[in-house]
């Protein structure tokens, strides 16, 4: 890139910059230090801000960068991402947000251990939100590092080294001295430039085949290389039965994991009231909907103005063809309208990573302190000590999400984000539903479930070829792969639900029906709800 681009792209991420600090530091003046504060925000937002938010939470480096570079390399199998992570939302609407609202205080770990043993069941709820929070972590560092790496001309792997730090050191800043409500006005911020930027950039994309889809799409098949292959199922997942599984699995994990990512399930908390939760998902759905929609003009309108072999040139992965877009579409390079566009999307992307990795870095810290120190501690530790552990857990939880960005800098972004997926869906979404639907299930039922899904998903993911065993792999060098799928989910999601069910009905306790009527009361009315 040429010096133009890198000092007004530079410029745009300084202001925005200075913008999120200005408001964490306005934020910090007017808090009071208690948990509801720091966790949910003074549960003071409506439902169309909090909306706002969890489209700004939801719509990520994986969002923005990740699936459109999927569209424009493998096109119509690129496309599964966009549609698994939008019909997610029709589960997290009908079976989960009202009622977690009215069960839960701050975690997801509250609303099970509202009729369960509480100390084991927080230790494993935590410590898998915990491990789902920095995969995703994970996923919005690279995203990060592969922009600025395109922004320097993709030579300096010591800037990109330098950026993954930075965006770490940022957040640990937002989370730790702002808390929700600092967080939650980034993510609204960067929610309205996103959609902004992604509308203009799909008018552009539009404007150039003179609205005429049809020949965006043509176009894109025959610069693929792929021909219409290119807009057929199979390019990536249909070539054998591993291929066609993994497909399968993958969907799975987006569909059913949304509903168990701690850091969706915390924005719930921040609205006074379980409708007005219902109907900030309403307002997301509308937000995230369109956006999706918009990706995929954007990944097919990389391949038809670049070609994929430009896109994968410039990024193996195909993080960057939205930022490579961007600046053809404003008149090539060396142009002031090429200049100025690149540098405005390269910063809306980079706004994405700050605002999402904030909002997660809350959500782990949240466990943390809320679930695993305070059982330690045996629920003896106050409140204002608990907000200062979450706050040193913020910096503990950035600098592991810091090293492991650096070692998967690869790696595409929305694949990570899928294994995160995969994660949470295998790990928090059966012990969730048990806990809200299940009479007679345990609190061995409840640790079971929640082990039962986030080892053998690890393990899986351990064991799988995005670890060993081929060129793209995290460790290139070696193959001690033994399992043939890029996803788990197809195998961890049916042992999570299997090992709820296993260990509640060999559970010698007897379940507690009392406190189940009161779990669902609460739950279906919002009686006696925080």
Request: include cysteine; aromatic fraction near 10%; hydrophobic fraction near 55%.
């Amino acid at each position: 890139m040429t010096g133009d681009h890198q000092t007004l792209a530079l410029l745009l991420f300084s202001a925005f910059i200075a913008v999120t600090l200005g408001i964490t530091t306005w934020v910090s003046r007017n808090r009071h230090g208690s948990a509801e504060e720091f966790y949910a925000g003074g549960r003071l937002f409506s439902p169309m801000e909090n909306g706002f938010a969890i489209a700004g939470d939801y719509m990520s480096a994986a969002s923005f960068l990740g699936i459109s570079g999927l569209i424009a390399l493998y096109g119509y199998d690129g496309m599964l991402y966009s549609v698994g992570f939008l019909v997610a939302w029709l589960v997290v609407l009908l079976f989960v947000a009202e009622l977690v609202r009215n069960c839960g205080r701050f975690t997801l770990a509250d609303v099970i251990a509202s009729r369960m043993r509480e100390r084991p069941v927080r230790i494993a709820s935590g410590t898998s939100s915990v491990t789902v929070s920095v995969l995703y972590l994970v996923a919005q560092m690279v995203g990060a590092g592969s922009l600025v790496a395109l922004l320097l001309g993709g030579t300096s792997e010591a800037a990109q080294s330098w950026t993954v730090i930075g965006v770490g050191a940022l957040m640990v800043i937002y989370v730790s001295f702002g808390g929700m409500r600092a967080t939650t006005w980034i993510q609204i911020v960067k929610a309205v430039l996103l959609m902004a930027g992604a509308i203009a950039m799909t008018l552009l994309v539009l404007a150039r085949f003179h609205g005429d889809v049809n020949q965006l799409l043509n176009t894109a098949a025959e610069r693929s290389g792929h021909g219409k292959d290119f807009l057929a199922p199979g390019l990536r997942y249909g070539g054998d039965w591993t291929a066609r599984l993994d497909f399968i699995s993958l969907g799975l994990a987006l569909v059913l994991g949304t509903a168990g990512l701690p850091h969706i399930l915390s924005r719930f908390y921040t609205v006074p009231t379980a409708r007005a939760a219902r109907r900030s998902v309403v307002w997301s759905i509308g937000l995230i909907g369109s956006f999706y929609l918009m990706t995929i003009v954007l990944g097919f309108g990389a391949a038809a103005v670049l070609g994929t072999e430009e896109v994968r040139a410039s990024n193996a992965a195909g993080n960057t063809a939205v930022p490579l877009l961007a600046l053809d579409l404003g008149g090539g390079a060396g142009s002031t309208g090429g200049t100025v566009l690149f540098a405005v999307v390269a910063a809306v992307a980079f706004a994405t990573i700050l605002a999402v990795v904030a909002g997660i870095t809350l959500a782990s810290s949240a466990s943390v302190a809320h679930d695993l120190y305070a059982s330690l501690k045996r629920r003896h530790a106050k409140q204002r000590s608990e907000v200062a552990v979450a706050r040193l857990a913020a910096a503990g939880i950035g600098a592991v999400a810091i090293a492991l960005g650096l070692l998967a800098r690869d790696l595409n972004v929305a694949f990570l984000v899928g294994l995160a997926f995969a994660v949470a869906a295998s790990a928090n979404l059966p012990v969730l539903l048990y806990s809200l639907f299940w009479r007679n299930f345990t609190t061995r039922g409840a640790v079971w479930s929640v082990y039962g899904g986030l080892i053998p998903a690890m393990l899986l993911v351990v064991l799988s070829p995005v670890v060993s065993g081929s060129p793209e792999s995290l460790f290139p060098g070696v193959d001690f792969h033994l399992f043939p799928l890029q996803n788990p989910g197809v195998i961890s999601i049916p042992l999570g639900f299997l090992a709820g069910w296993i260990g509640t009905v060999t559970s010698s306790e007897p379940p507690d029906d009392a406190r189940h009527a009161e779990t669902e009361v609460r739950a279906l009315t919002g009686a006696g709800a925080v």
